[in-house]
Each structure stands twice: as C-alpha cells, then as structure tokens.
C-alpha cells in the first residue's frame, strides 16, 4: 500500500482516539455538573466542540494527476508520402516486406487444415448443413454469425457439435463451428488468434 495512504489511515485513527478521549472527558463533566446551569453550559461547550467534527471532504480531484494518464510528448506528424516514409524507415521495400511477413505468418494449407480434432467434429448434421449452405465460405461465415449466440466463457468448452446443437458457445466453440463447416466443404481452415 501507498506511503501516503498508511500515512492518511494513521492519522485518522491518532485524531479518532483524542476525539474519543475529548468525547469521554466533556460527557463526564456533563454528568459531574454540579448544578443544571453549569450541566447547560458544559452540553453547549460539548456540542461545539463535536459540530467540527462532521467528515471533511475527499482529497481535491485533480484530472491531471491520475494513477493513469496518457504518454505526453511531442507527437510526429503522420507520414503522408512514400518519400517521408522512405526518410523515415530507410530504404525498406514495404511491399517485399509485407510478402515476407505474409508469408511467415500464413503458412500454405496442409491435410490437417481439412480433419476433424476432438473440437472440430464433422458430423452429419455439419456436413449437411454445409451442403445446404452450397460449401461457399462467405454464406457459411455468414450463417455461423448470425445463428450462433455468444455465451460469455473461455477455452473450448463445447466443440463444433454441441455448439450447433445448442445454437451458442464461447468464441472458441464458435470458431470449432466454422472450421468444421469450412473443413467439411474441402475449405482449408485453422484457429489464428486475432482482433
């Protein structure tokens, strides 16, 4: 925890102890007035002494000293022309680049982009339901979109089957659904993590 917030709770807790002693000492000499008149003057000395007492008001907020805040600094204009670009990064082609970083990431298809696993079950509700959906991709994706809810859990919890049978699963499930209609359409797919 903070220096500051330890510092705050300590002396929080030293005032409430005087204030409690305070308290005590105006309530015994309440009870040891002699007389109601001097009993009168110590309860109004008593009750001044609490009305200052009412909670004081949070630290002051200040927006710009947040425990979390936006870098500052000098923010570069956006680079508009290839020239800029070539200036700034050197002479790097983008396009190779692109193509070889595609290339890294996206490996050709091979046959176990097209089997089942124990997620991605082709069963012949998903075999026909691709059939019907005429093994194009677009009205598959499409459909798995639109039919399939979102149930708000993480990790495989259904797989592609059960996802179909209940209309709903997790993003995980969802995903089994479409790889195993694409895979029974001869349509290579695989899992990618992405936004």
Do not use: C
Request: aromatic share 8%; net charge positive.
């Amino acid at each position: 925890m903070p220096d500051e917030i330890l510092e705050r709770h300590f002396e929080a807790v030293a005032r409430y102890s005087q204030e409690k002693e305070t308290l005590y000492d105006n309530l015994d000499a309440i009870e040891n007035a002699p007389s109601v008149q001097t009993k009168r003057i110590r309860i109004t000395r008593a009750l001044q002494h609490q009305q200052p007492l009412t909670p004081s008001q949070h630290l002051p907020f200040n927006p710009d000293n947040l425990p979390f805040s936006f870098p500052t600094g000098n923010i570069r204009t956006p680079l508009l022309t290839k020239t800029e670009f070539q200036k700034r990064f050197g002479f790097m082609n983008s396009e190779v680049t692109t193509r070889r970083s595609n290339r890294k990431r996206n490996p050709k298809p091979n046959d176990t982009d097209l089997s089942a696993t124990e997620d991605i079950q082709i069963t012949q509700e998903i075999e026909a339901l691709a059939q019907e959906l005429k093994h194009h991709p677009i009205l598959i994706y499409n459909w798995v979109r639109n039919h399939i809810d979102f149930i708000p859990t993480y990790g495989s919890v259904k797989g592609s089957a059960l996802t179909l049978m209940t209309k709903s699963g997790n993003a995980f499930d969802t995903a089994s659904l479409l790889i195993a209609l694409l895979r029974a359409s001869k349509i290579p797919a695989r899992y990618v993590y992405g936004t």
